[in-house]
């Protein structure tokens, strides 16, 4: 076992500067021994993580100087980004026989992995492949602990082929997910003493791994069978996608795994109604992301009628069901469409991304759940893409949803009016409901000659306002790199005084307010708009005013009411808004759906402040006494309605995938429900003025609460970036929005 060490991200992410809001790009640094001058490095990453903002984890291999190829690590830190040459297990061999790659050397358009998994900061796994002393191709497992990584071969069972057999080693790893630091399964292939290819799983359960052959359905031939994607909701909850080859019917399947109370359980995965049939049947799935123990979904293509076609297979808890997936009207029935990767940020959105093909070019394909139901889009492309000239193609290769409102992808296309139709990268985007996309930007480098500019090929967010994305290019000398982009959103909040005064932090820009009108009713709450451009504002009597790119799209000012407004909320697409009155009778405009109200009921203790769904087809109202009203596809997590509270309850916050929520007191005291955390309160702290209100942070893991006098408590990773604490306010803040 080999050691490589560098300065640990738990270390040093604290005091790191962050990057500077919008996209920034850098040549990825490459170890001393890279090919340099005449010599190519060939560099590439095939997979990238973010266990928190900015501190994001890539990997993949680059050739030395003689033109062998090492493993390796890309790590952030703040605005830096660092190499590492990933070590070797003893066994590893020299010269000729050199040879490493992270995941495998496919794992790219047709094939994407994500062999690296970081469940904390100081913590990761990395999966792949390399060449022992005897020239052939063991399985790797590299582990990073507190900054220091580790190799060793990985774990195989018994019946492993060895250098010594008549029947040698070809063995891999494709993917990794690791639900703790304590906790991992990797996925990929090995071949047995018999010259058998099988699928693998290891798993680590504390420190240690164990290697075992995936199950097979039965008639499966114990030739030709793997692994590729896996995804693990907690511990003892995983699924995994792959294929195989059936003796029974002669085709290749594909092969979906569930781990269940220490079993896994295998099942050939179900193809829709037009799929071929016998010898001719082929599928095969390439990922997987389970967001719950009940709900995962797979992704891949399979054939029908000569045509190759995207699937997508969804696991209910139970059994799993399988659709084609859905394509834009301009589809050639006779093409090669694949969906190539999936994320779900929760059992009720996820989105696939991949290529299709119209009868002149390839386009990049989305397909979205949600509502439970699969639709299909046409990728957007940079305005500077090319309309015509052959060939022509676009497609998107990965994506990472880190929260129901927020996805980004990755892939390429061809720039209109370059020599050779030249491919470039580009990141597409899922923000306020709708996809935009743009060029991803390049290091200066990169080459004005050849036709391959780029390609994105991994993603990760750790939340809507921190992702990066990698891939490779050509440099000027004709050198193929990396170029690794870091996106970094505002993050940041407004704070609203009962007289509309708006105080902004950090860099949220002020776009207007009512401080110096004279108002018919205080103000009592405030909403932003999904990009962080505008928000609205709401007075007592259900006044709306609307600045920056918030819409105005109704109120109740100067109609009657029974209840004084007391909050608001947006849509997730900012095209509509609700009002919450406290007697909680509901008022909706623009796109925002009515889904019930306590209007005319009776209420132990009166409505306070509101909150929506991620989807927006939902909503929760809260009461003083922590009683909690749930509409829609909001489900109710629990309440303080029975428990005598030392304080009255004045706001709340759902978490990123609406799976939960936090309720919050005016002594600061938080009260978390379903998937929320804990991250502290000041409900032991003797305050200046009372809390008011409060927002999550855009990873949901952590929050701010405001007190009366615009002083700002933040936990969890939710940043301080400044109060009116210790301002002389004309009116106290009533409450805050971040964005």
């Known amino acids: 076992m080999l050691i490589a060490s560098f300065v640990p991200l738990s270390t040093t992410t604290a005091g790191a500067a962050p990057p500077a ?71 590893s061999g020299t010269g000729s026989n050199q040879g490493f790659w992270f995941g495998s050397e496919s794992c790219g358009f047709a094939q994407p992995c994500r062999a690296v998994s970081c469940p904390s900061v100081s913590f990761c796994v990395a999966v792949g492949q390399y060449v022992d002393s005897g020239g052939f191709r ?9 900054g220091t990584w580790t190799s060793s071969t990985a774990a195989l069972p018994s019946d492993a082929a060895t ?101 896994w359980t295998p099942t050939a995965a179900p193809l829709p109604s037009n799929a071929d049939s016998g010898g ?78 119209t009868s002149s070019r390839g386009f990049g394909l989305i397909d979205t759940y949600s509502g439970g139901t699969w639709t299909g889009a046409k990728a957007p492309e940079p305005a500077d893409a090319a309309t015509s000239g052959s060939p022509l193609g676009g497609g998107l290769t990965e994506v990472a949803c880190p929260t129901p409102a927020f996805c980004l992808s990755t892939g390429g296309y061809t720039l209109s009016g370059a020599s050779g139709n030249k491919t470039v990268p580009m990141v597409d985007t899922l923000s306020g409901g709708a996809w935009a996309s743009a060029a991803a930007p390049i290091p200066a480098n990169v080459t004005t000659s050849s036709a391959f500019g780029g390609q994105g090929r991994t993603v990760a967010c750790d939340s809507p306002v921190a992702c990066i994305v990698g891939g490779p290019y050509e440099d000027t000398n004709g050198h193929g790199q990396v170029f690794l982009d870091t996106w970094t959103g505002a993050q940041g909040y407004w ?38 451009k505008g928000y609205w504002l709401v007075a007592s009597d259900g006044g709306i005013f609307s600045y920056g790119d918030a819409v105005f799209q109704g109120s109740r000012g100067g109609q009657p009411l029974n209840a004084p407004i ?91 995938t609406g799976l939960g929520y936090w309720l919050v007191a005016s002594d600061g005291g938080i009260f978390s429900y379903g998937d929320t955390s804990f991250y502290g309160s000041t409900g032991s702290i003797v305050l200046n003025k009372p809390v008011v209100g409060m927002s999550a942070s855009p990873s949901g893991k952590g929050y701010w609460f405001v007190a009366s006098d615009g002083g700002i408590f933040n936990y969890g990773d939710a940043p301080f970036e400044g109060s009116a604490g210790s301002l002389h306010l004309n009116a106290p803040v009533v409450g805050m929005a971040a964005g």
């Open 280 to 357: 001719t049947q082929h599928s095969l799935l390439l990922q997987t992301s389970c967001p719950s123990t009940a709900f995962c979904v797979a992704n891949g293509f399979y054939r029908t009628s000569g045509a190759v076609k995207p699937v997508l297979e969804t696991w209910n808890g139970t059994s799993w069901s399988g659709i084609e997936g859905p394509l834009p009207g301009d589809d050639d029935p006779t093409a090669f469409d694949v969906l190539t990767a999936v994320s779900c940020a929760s059992p009720s959105l996820c989105v696939a991304v991949g290529t299709y093909e």
């Open 495 to 532: 704070l609203d005084a009962s007289d509309g005064g708006i105080f902004t932090y950090p860099n949220n820009a002020f776009y207007g307010s009512t401080g110096s009108l004279r108002l018919n009713m205080p103000m009592v709450g405030m909403a932003a708009t999904p990009d962080g």
């Open 163 to 263: 250098d010594a057999t008549v029947d040698h080693p070809n063995n891999q790893l494709f993917s990794v997910s690791c639900a703790s630091p304590t906790s991992c399964v990797a996925v990929g292939r090995y071949v047995d003493q018999a010259g058998n290819g099988k699928a693998l799983v290891d798993t680590m359960s504390g420190s240690s791994w164990t290697g075992v052959a995936a199950p097979l359905p039965t008639g499966a031939s114990p030739t030709n069978n793997s692994l590729l994607g896996i995804s693990c909701s907690s511990p003892t909850s995983c699924a995994a996608s792959g294929g195989y080859h059936d003796n029974t019917s002669g085709g290749d399947l594909g092969l979906l795994e569930v781990l269940a109370n220490g079993t």
């Open 21 to 91: 809001q919008g996209w920034t790009t850098t040549e990825g640094p490459l170890p001393a021994d890279a090919g340099n001058g005449g010599t190519d490095p060939h560099a590439y990453v095939s997979s990238s993580t973010c266990p928190a903002a900015n501190a994001c984890v890539s990997v993949g291999w680059y050739a030395d100087t003689s033109g062998h190829t090492w493993g390796l690590i890309e790590t952030q830190n703040g605005t830096t980004w660092t190499d590492t040459e990933a070590p070797q297990p003893s066994d």
């Open 138 to 146: 063991q399985a790797v497992i590299e582990t990073d602990t507190n």
């Open 566 to 656: 007391v909050g608001m909320a947006s849509t997730p697409d900012g095209k509509g808004y609700w009002l919450v009155a406290s007697d909680g009778g509901m008022f909706s405009y623009g796109d925002a759906g009515f889904f019930g109200s306590r209007g005319g009921q009776p209420l132990n203790k009166p409505i306070v402040g509101m909150t929506a769904t991620p989807d927006g087809k939902g909503y929760w109202l809260v009461a003083s006494d922590g009683g909690i009203f749930s509409y829609g596809d909001a489900q109710f997590y629990g309440s303080t309605g029975s428990i005598v509270l030392n304080k009255p309850v004045v706001g709340m916050a759902s978490s990123a």
